[in-house]
């Protein structure tokens, strides 16, 4: 337990000084607290793919409301991993994209210290995702998060490195 305590607080450490460090300032000033989560990840200028997609499925207004969620955001380095022929194919089928991007969500606000205590969350897919932290860093499942806590009016953004793709239903 004390091992896991200092886990933690040295992960919440770490994550405090990659906020400091690697923010943009825009997510340090009142204005971005006034952007929404769509607003805030198109104004970072690395989630390109994915704000595209998001607005192809017909989910920018939902992001885009008053309700509180958690998005742990793609980079647009992550979907370059992606083959070129499995994003071809979601685009083409809305449903099927709607379902990978809510596995990206989860409501309400979850900062990274609420996040490091949980060990799964369950995604607007219906789907959970697995939490570990490990070594200093915290997983959802095989993807890292690279820099938490990106604020927005109705939530917050986790970015990771991968895209997360649900069990097959």
Do not use: C, E
Not at 3 to 28: N, Q
Not at 58 to 80: E, M, Q, Y
Not at 118 to 134: D, P, Q
Request: aromatic share 4%.
């Amino acid at each position: 337990m004390t091992k896991l305590r200092v886990t933690t607080a040295a992960l919440m450490a770490s994550a405090a000084a990659v906020v400091a460090a690697g923010a943009p300032a825009a997510t340090s000033t009142p204005a971005a607290a006034k952007k929404n989560l769509v607003q805030t990840a198109s104004a970072a200028g690395q989630f390109k793919t994915l704000v595209s997609l998001v607005k192809q499925a017909g989910l920018a207004k939902t992001l885009s409301g008053n309700a509180r969620f958690t998005v742990f955001a793609p980079t647009d380095a992550a979907f370059a991993k992606v083959p070129k022929a499995t994003l071809k194919q979601l685009a083409a089928h809305k449903a099927k994209l709607r379902a990978v991007l809510l596995y990206h969500v989860v409501a309400g606000r979850l900062t990274a210290a609420k996040v490091t205590k949980l060990r799964s969350a369950k995604t607007l897919n219906g789907a959970a995702v697995r939490i570990r932290v490990r070594g200093g860093m915290v997983y959802i499942n095989a993807a890292r998060v690279v820099k938490p806590n990106v604020s927005a009016s109705n939530g917050v953004i986790h970015v990771v490195n991968r895209v997360l793709i649900p069990p097959a239903s």
